[in-house]
């Protein structure tokens, strides 16, 4: 062991000179860059551009362009980017990340390396954790960009179609992670290319990296339709449930058992009991009666596990919002999956709003490691290192501080219980706060900070609160957070991406103990990391400042994962008095330990997901590149869609003769499939089929399906009009089949898991029967096209006639998507009769139908 971390202490080491010695030549072109004009140094980046396109590799032109983008940064923001920020820059050109500790001006950081990158005109996404972070250092950074000559865009929610177009195209994006990904699965369901916003994935610089890629990476990305309506059998559930009686830790007697230690519940054998007469059926977990029991299980967890205010809050418009454990943002338009959502809202008697089914989805994983480079920062990343290197070949390179950290981190204090804890925080929060110095009071969720609001309010001391319910003010609470005698009280890492600067006379105290901020933790969260964000808050490039961790015995972490050892300890400090401190070496151990068993299982579950989702990865790429290839198609399409009728017509025939040849049923089968699906009534006899092989069978069926198609191409004369019905055809049926073949998949995901129980292994079973499904479904595309370009009714000299399908939510991240365009049937009257030569575009439509000529019969008609 002893020599395994010695040669990770080495190898870090030796890329640290490595980092030293290039930001040395990078300072070296500082004296002649501050001697050049405005206009000088400007006219630098269309020479380094050109320097590219005439073959000059990024890696060429780094130590130039940082050069030129840290005296911009001089000039324009009076920011002058320090030895080890430039250290930090290139690390992240590399596509790696660097831990650079809170306050070490990461912002800066980033500049030189988007600069450099920004100069192949390839684009660069700066991805940070929500909209406000890319409007401020958009609008910040971008007075830098622009003023080199560099476009920058920003990517929000709400922007139409057009405006994503215009960001995506400039030098530089700003954009969330979630918008991101929902346009890209959005891009790969739109109709035509003129509707995708993203061009392809070249280098994303994550801001708040381990946040983005580790802590939302448990969650897809999912774009949903609307499936039907269950919400009555929600609230039967909801009722059968609040009839149950049972404890947390599990009694002899009651109706249900929780495990503490993985969150899960289960109904015991007097609870089926219940359950059965209750419902009014003999065997709850009969075939006939899952889907029931699914219902009572969502019920049950919605119930005795999901807590208010901190796995979900309620808003003033009666909806539940998801409460990031991570952040305690509410994250807005996100909702549980498979029903646990709609199981929640029966429980708080708000409306029911209609489950949904699948329709496209990705995991942030998929996502980002599609891009050329990917790269991000954090403080707090090296308890991550195995994951980033495994998942997405990414390296943690510590990087030192431009000043020594002087902050004070005491040792934990743990009391007996949750009482004597709070009541220690306080009075450690009045004594502080008495000195002037302004205080950052930590919680795990919203539950908790408003707990230690209403006791600071007792003890009469102002304070301000950030947590979910007030996000809004998020950023101006946390900049007034280091003003002398301030007390902010904050969920988790809420405020993360704005520094708390120190106010006047705050870091003057006589005593070490009260100079600079005081961060106060409340409670141990179940990753280190989040803990070391927390703390970091304080100290930042130099400051004083202090933290102290209050911890008991009765928080969830120590609840779910602690030993009987720790009970002893608690009954025996119970006993001695409420105000006693533990100070225990084994308390400590048990601590960490506890947090790396949870990082462990947090791992596992990220790693599961990811597992999940390579196994559509392919199918999903092999789809989205053929709706690339139609939708961008200039010529056309008959080539594709021969293939697709020869494959077609080969199955059909293949299932009539399982043993080779047709005999007398199965001949008059295949004419009746061939006459239903892709030819007249009487233009396959069985006479001509007599006596003939079957691939001269499929070569007869070929020939005529050939001359049909020929004709109804012939009905669209123009060349354009034939493309556009090709596509529209293709687009229309492979949309539908892939939806539902994603919502299949969801489906199985989520049952495949009790095949452990036969001894088989869920991902290897899950694996083989998708493999199944896609060449099913890739079947039954190439059988619906062959059989709409045979059967479509077209009129003659008319273009397509597009409607919208129906409009289709996002959930995960459960955001308004923008109407999705596809080809849909229409039965209208014939208007063969009608002159449309005449009509202008913007002209009613003689056809009576109330719409401009060029939303109705100025497009094709598909029957």
Same mark, same amino acid.
């Given at each position: 062991m002893a020599n395994i971390i010695q040669r990770l202490i080495e190898n870090d080491n030796k890329q640290l000179k490595k980092l030293h010695k290039m930001a040395d030549k990078v300072e070296s072109f500082e004296s002649a860059f501050a001697e050049l004009s405005d206009e000088a140094l400007q006219a630098k980046t269309p020479e380094l551009k050109q320097r590219y396109q005439n073959g000059e590799s990024l890696d060429d032109l780094l130590f130039e362009a940082f050069a030129v983008a840290r005296e911009g940064a001089k000039r324009v923001l009076g920011l002058f980017p320090y030895h080890v920020q430039i250290m930090g820059g290139i690390v992240l050109h590399n596509g790696d990340v660097p831990e650079m500790r809170t306050g070490e001006g990461k912002t800066l950081t980033a500049t030189m390396p988007v600069y450099l990158n920004a100069l192949s005109g390839e684009g660069v996404h700066v991805v940070t954790v929500n909209e406000y972070l890319s409007a401020r250092d958009a609008t910040e950074m971008g007075e830098l960009y622009n003023w080199l000559g560099l476009s920058v865009g920003i990517n929000s929610s709400t922007k139409s179609p057009e405006e994503k177009r215009a960001a995506y195209l400039c030098d530089i994006t700003y954009s969330t992670n979630s918008e991101l990904g929902f346009d890209y699965l959005r891009d790969n369901m739109v109709t035509t290319f003129e509707e995708m916003s993203q061009r392809p994935l070249n280098y994303a610089l994550v801001d708040e990296v381990d946040s983005i890629l580790i802590d939302e990476a448990r969650t897809p990305l999912i774009i949903s339709g609307q499936a039907e309506s269950s919400s009555a059998l929600y609230h039967r559930a909801d009722q059968f449930v609040k009839t149950l009686f049972g404890h947390e830790d599990y009694e002899e007697g009651d109706d249900y058992k929780v495990d503490v230690q993985s969150k899960t519940i289960g109904l015991t054998e007097e609870g089926i009991d219940k359950a059965e007469k209750f419902f009014a059926i003999d065997n709850l977990y009969d075939l006939e009666n899952a889907a029931l029991t699914h219902f009572v299980d969502n019920s049950l967890r919605a119930n005795y596990i999901m807590a208010l205010d901190l796995d979900y809050m309620v808003d003033e418009n009666q909806e539940v919002l998801i409460v990031d454990q991570f952040t305690g943002r509410a994250m807005e338009g996100r909702r549980f999956s498979d029903g646990l959502h709609q199981a929640i809202e029966a429980k708080e008697g708000v409306p029911i709003q209609d489950e949904s089914k699948t329709m496209a989805s990705i995991t942030y994983q998929n996502y980002f490691r599609m891009y050329k480079k990917l790269s991000g920062m954090t403080g707090t990343g090296k308890t991550e290192a195995e994951e980033f290197r495994e998942i997405y070949n990414i390296q943690i390179i510590p990087i030192p501080t431009n000043k020594p950290v002087q902050r004070l981190d005491h040792p934990d204090l743990l009391y007996p219980t949750i009482e004597s804890k709070f009541a220690a925080v306080v009075r450690d929060v009045r004594n502080r706060h008495e000195k002037g110095q302004p205080i950052l009071i930590g919680?795990?969720?919203? *539950?908790?900070?408003?707990?230690? @609001? !209403?006791?600071?309010?007792?003890?009469?001391?102002?304070?301000?609160?950030?947590n979910a319910k007030n996000h809004f003010k998020e950023a101006q609470i946390i900049m007034n957070a280091g003003q002398k005698g301030a007390v902010t009280i904050a969920t988790n890492m809420a405020g993360r991406g704005t520094d708390i600067k120190l106010g006047a006379g705050v870091v003057d105290h006589e005593d070490i103990e009260y100079r600079g901020l005081a961060v106060i933790g409340t409670e141990r969260h179940e990753s280190r990391r989040i803990d070391n964000q927390l703390r970091g808050r304080s100290g930042r490039q130099g400051d004083p400042g202090v933290s102290q961790f209050y911890l008991s015995l009765e928080d969830d972490l120590m609840r779910r994962f %602690?030993?009987?050892?720790?009970?002893?300890?608690?009954?025996?400090?119970?006993?001695? %008095? *409420?105000?006693?401190?533990?100070? $225990?070496?084994?308390?400590? !151990?048990?601590?960490?330990? @506890? #947090?790396?068993?949870?990082? &462990?299982?947090? +791992?596992? $579950?990220?790693?599961?997901?990811?597992?999940?989702?390579?196994?559509?990865?392919?199918?999903?790429?092999?789809? +989205?590149?053929?709706? +690339?290839?139609?939708?961008?198609?200039? *010529?056309?399409?008959?080539?594709?869609?021969?293939?697709?009728? %020869?494959?077609?017509?080969?199955?059909?025939? =293949?299932?009539?003769?399982?043993?080779?040849?047709?005999?007398?049923?199965?001949?008059? =089968?295949?004419?009746?499939?061939?006459? @239903?699906?892709?030819?007249?009534?009487?233009?396959?006899?069985? *006479?001509?089929?007599?006596?003939?092989?079957?691939?001269?069978?499929?070569?007869?069926?070929?020939?005529?399906?050939?001359?049909?198609?020929?004709? #109804?191409?012939?009905?669209l004369a123009?060349?354009?009009?034939?493309? $556009?019905? #090709?596509?529209?055809?293709?687009?229309r049926t492979v949309d539908t089949n892939w939806s539902e073949h994603i919502d299949q998949l969801d489906q199985m995901r989520q049952s495949v898991g009790l095949r452990g129980y036969a001894q088989n292994n869920p991902l290897v079973e899950y694996q083989q029967e998708a493999f199944t499904m896609f060449n099913n479904m890739v079947g039954a595309i190439e059988f619906e096209v062959t059989r709409l370009m045979m059967k479509a009714q077209i009129h003659p000299q008319t273009a397509i006639q597009?409607?919208?399908?129906?409009?289709?939510?996002?959930?995960?991240?459960?955001? !308004?998507?923008?109407?999705?365009?596809?080809?849909?049937? !229409?039965?209208?009257?014939?208007?063969? =009769?009608? =002159?449309?030569?005449?009509? &202008?575009?913007?002209d009613p439509c003689p056809c009576g139908s109330g719409k401009k000529f060029k939303n109705c019969h100025g497009r094709a008609k598909i029957a």
């Open positions: 919680t795990v969720g919203v *539950e908790t900070s408003e707990i230690i @609001s !209403n006791e600071l309010v007792k003890a009469g001391i102002p304070h301000e609160v950030l %602690g030993s009987e050892r720790v009970a002893a300890v608690l009954e025996r400090f119970k006993i001695e %008095g *409420e105000d006693a401190v533990i100070k $225990s070496r084994m308390i400590t !151990n048990q601590i960490e330990a @506890s #947090q790396k068993r949870v990082e &462990g299982n947090n +791992y596992d $579950s990220r790693k599961q997901v990811l597992q999940y989702d390579d196994v559509i990865r392919e199918q999903r790429e092999v789809i +989205y590149a053929q709706r +690339y290839t139609v939708i961008t198609a200039k *010529e056309d399409l008959t080539p594709q869609l021969m293939g697709m009728f %020869g494959r077609t017509i080969d199955r059909l025939v =293949d299932g009539q003769a399982p043993l080779g040849k047709l005999d007398e049923t199965g001949t008059k =089968d295949l004419i009746v499939q061939v006459e @239903s699906n892709l030819l007249s009534d009487g233009d396959l006899t069985e *006479e001509a089929l007599s006596g003939l092989k079957l691939s001269e069978v499929k070569g007869l069926i070929f020939d005529k399906v050939k001359a049909v198609y020929a004709d #109804q191409m012939a009905k123009e060349p354009e009009r034939q493309l $556009s019905f #090709q596509q529209a055809v293709v687009l597009e409607e919208h399908a129906p409009k289709v939510v996002t959930t995960a991240s459960q955001e !308004n998507l923008t109407d999705v365009t596809t080809a849909q049937a !229409n039965t209208g009257e014939d208007v063969s =009769d009608i =002159d449309f030569s005449k009509v &202008g575009r913007n």
